[in-house]
């Protein structure tokens, strides 16, 4: 499984000498088959020191929605003795865990549910290279679920989602599909193909932030000043340059690409920052909070019906 070619007669071999000082043992049946004794103490050779422990732990933590089941199979050792290090450990080192913390920004939403066997399997086939057969739901309501071959490329985790990026059918271009919406999905003894040149990071700058143009724009924000004192520390990205226009206001210019995401960001900044270019931005975010303006001002009459007498 590891790529490590070696005869069957060698593995006996090696495994007749090590059961001289190992607790193994035999089957008598052809073809034989080995264990581990059982009832024989876990081997741990060198024992876990704190600082592996520690690593272990936090692996086990933030890491396994990224590892293949397999992997993780092979670790559930490791993690279990790393936590019995953590726990009984003094070390300054195991305590590390209890003075750190990942915060987000934004409001952070609970995972969707992965069904397990569904996982493993679009696991299996990204870390083989061979090709998948899904069945995928849109999230487009109403949409049937659609059966499909799948080559996959790669595994992106965004707000605590998790993406297949890969090709379907014949089609050249990568597009990435929401494991949890992935209803099956099968296992193919055909190769996966790999599009020539695909870079993933190139992907995800494409297309998770949902990309709109082609070509960047010219972004000039109106911000108040302790928004322009965080983003001088902080930048939108390489070229940014801050001017203070008054004690309140400041003006930042950048190139960005133009994407959804921008519009997300800029959005959430409220009163903080107003878009003064380009003139299409511009237009397309004074929309949305005059609709916003309407939909709470129909609220508002609607709130005030159903508290009225009668």
Same mark, same amino acid.
């Given at each position: 499984?590891?790529?490590?070619?070696?005869?069957?007669?060698?593995?006996?071999?090696?495994?007749?000498? *090590?059961?001289?000082?190992?607790?193994?043992?035999?089957?008598?049946?052809?073809?034989?088959?080995?264990?581990?004794?059982?009832?024989?103490?876990?081997?741990?050779?060198?024992?876990?020191?704190?600082?592996?422990?520690?690593?272990?732990?936090?692996?086990?933590?933030?890491?396994?929605?990224?590892?293949?089941?397999?992997?993780?199979?092979?670790?559930?050792?490791?993690?279990?003795?790393?936590?019995?290090?953590?726990?009984?450990?003094?070390?300054?080192?195991?305590?590390?865990?209890?003075?750190?913390?990942? /915060?987000?920004?934004?409001?952070?939403?609970?995972?969707?549910?992965?069904?397990?066997?569904?996982?493993?399997?679009?696991?299996?086939?990204?870390?083989?290279?061979?090709?998948?057969? /899904?069945?995928?739901?849109?999230?487009?309501?109403?949409?049937?679920?659609?059966?499909?071959?799948?080559?996959? *490329?790669?595994? /992106?985790?965004?707000?605590?989602?998790?993406?297949?990026?890969?090709? *379907?059918?014949?089609?050249?271009?990568?597009?990435?599909?929401?494991?949890?919406?992935?209803?099956?999905?099968?296992?193919?003894?055909?190769?996966?193909?790999?599009?020539?040149?695909?870079?993933?990071?190139?992907?995800?700058?494409?297309?998770?932030?949902?990309?709109?143009?082609?070509?960047?724009?010219?972004?000039? *924000?109106?911000?108040?000043?302790?928004?322009?004192?965080?983003?001088?520390?902080?930048?939108?990205?390489?070229?940014?340059?801050?001017?203070?226009?008054?004690?309140?206001?400041?003006?930042?210019?950048?190139? /960005?690409?133009?994407?959804?995401?921008?519009?997300?960001?800029?959005?959430?900044?409220?009163?903080?920052?107003?878009?003064?270019?380009?003139?299409?931005?511009?237009?397309?975010?004074?929309?949305?909070?005059?609709?916003?303006?309407?939909?709470?001002?129909?609220?508002?009459?609607?709130?005030?019906?159903?508290?009225?007498?009668?």
């Amino acid at each position: 499984d590891m790529g490590i070619a070696v005869t069957l007669r060698t593995v006996q071999r090696d495994l007749n000498a *090590l059961a001289t000082v190992f607790p193994l043992e035999a089957s008598e049946g052809k073809p034989q088959g080995w264990r581990w004794c059982q009832g024989a103490r876990q081997l741990d050779i060198p024992s876990m020191d704190p600082h592996a422990a520690l690593t272990f732990h936090l692996v086990e933590q933030h890491l396994r929605a990224l590892l293949p089941p397999a992997t993780l199979a092979n670790l559930a050792p490791w993690f279990e003795t790393a936590r019995g290090v953590v726990e009984s450990e003094a070390s300054r080192i195991t305590q590390w865990q209890h003075k750190v913390r990942v /915060v987000a920004r934004t409001l952070t939403k609970l995972p969707p549910t992965i069904e397990p066997t569904i996982q493993a399997t679009l696991y299996e086939g990204l870390l083989h290279d061979r090709q998948l057969e /899904v069945t995928y739901r849109a999230l487009t309501q109403g949409s049937r679920p659609k059966t499909y071959p799948a080559h996959p *490329l790669g595994l /992106v985790v965004m707000e605590q989602v998790v993406y297949l990026v890969c090709t *379907l059918r014949d089609y050249p271009d990568p597009r990435f599909l929401a494991i949890h919406r992935i209803a099956a999905a099968r296992l193919l003894e055909a190769p996966a193909r790999r599009p020539p040149g695909f870079d993933i990071d190139a992907f995800i700058a494409q297309e998770f932030g949902i990309r709109l143009g082609t070509e960047p724009l010219k972004l000039v *924000l109106r911000v108040r000043n302790p928004l322009a004192a965080y983003l001088h520390e902080t930048p939108i990205a390489k070229g940014q340059k801050i001017q203070a226009l008054d004690p309140e206001w400041s003006e930042v210019r950048v190139k /960005v690409a133009d994407t959804q995401q921008l519009r997300n960001w800029v959005r959430s900044l409220g009163a903080a920052a107003v878009v003064m270019s380009p003139a299409s931005l511009r237009e397309e975010i004074t929309g949305d909070l005059q609709r916003q303006l309407a939909d709470y001002v129909a609220t508002e009459v609607l709130l005030g019906s159903q508290s009225a007498p009668g």
